[in-house]
């Protein structure tokens, strides 16, 4: 059974610093998608790391991904308070023959409180 | 419409009760899914369909849920006899193909809050 466990759970952060959120999962993947969703909002996607060594940008946000640790790393640079929400990692696990439908594994979320 | 839509946005009922929760995927996307959201579970899977046929219902809590889909597009969550272990935010989300595809993302509709009283 694969499973997915983001730390922390809680972050909270000032303006202006950095921070890493983390995520292992536990079964060979090579397609990881990190999430963000807002308050009473859905889900918004962020990123799409599909191979070993992948690095993805966007803003004060990037994100990475280390297929034979099984770990992807989301790194918040100089934080903003418009940065507060809950951040999840997703991974798609390959069926036996190495096809996917885009079935997706959540980990548990980590809240991003960033204040002045 | 411009994104995945679903109905109603709240519900709340009695357990016992039987509801329905509506999903209008992006118009030509063929993949859909269903996920829950609780506080003590997450985010899971529930069910996926691939057109109107759903090949993986693995996610399906217990044989009081069941999901249907028509015309490759609207879906439909049914829970019978409503429990309170059921209370949730119920989110959809379609793909273009569900191939998993590097490129096919999921959308997310705005989720379905449901609670029983």
């Known amino acids: 059974e694969l499973k997915v466990e983001q730390n922390p759970l809680f972050l909270s952060m000032q303006e202006g610093k950095n921070y890493t959120i983390y995520c292992n999962y536990s079964?060979?993947?090579?397609?990881l998608y990190w999430y963000r969703q807002d308050p009473g909002k859905s889900l918004e996607s962020l990123f799409v790391l599909l191979s070993n060594g992948a690095v993805k940008q966007e803003g004060r946000l990037m994100a990475s991904l280390d297929t034979k640790a099984r770990l992807s790393t989301l790194h918040i640079t100089a934080a903003v308070h418009d940065l507060s929400a809950t951040y999840f990692c997703?991974?798609?696990?390959?069926?036996?023959?190495?096809?996917?439908?885009?079935?997706?594994?959540f980990g548990q979320g980590t809240i991003l409180t960033v204040h002045p | 419409g411009a994104g995945v839509s679903q109905s109603p946005s709240n519900k709340v009922t009695e357990k016992g009760k039987d509801v329905e929760l509506r999903c209008d995927p992006i118009?030509?996307?063929?993949?859909l899914y269903w996920y829950r959201q609780s506080l003590g579970q997450g985010l899971e899977f529930l069910i996926y369909?691939?057109?109107?046929?759903?090949?993986?219902k693995s996610g399906l809590p217990s044989d009081r849920f069941s999901a249907e889909r028509t015309g490759g597009s609207v879906s439909t969550l049914t829970i019978q006899r409503t429990q309170q272990e059921d209370s949730a935010v119920y989110l959809c989300a379609s793909s273009l193909t569900g191939t998993g595809d590097p490129t096919d993302t999921q959308y997310f509709g705005p989720g379905t809050r449901l609670t029983v009283l």
């Open positions: 997703a991974v798609d696990l390959r069926n036996a023959g190495g096809t996917s439908y885009g079935k997706l594994t």
């Open positions: 118009s030509g996307h063929t993949a």
């Open positions: 369909f691939q057109g109107n046929s759903a090949p993986d």
């Open positions: 079964t060979t993947s090579d397609r």
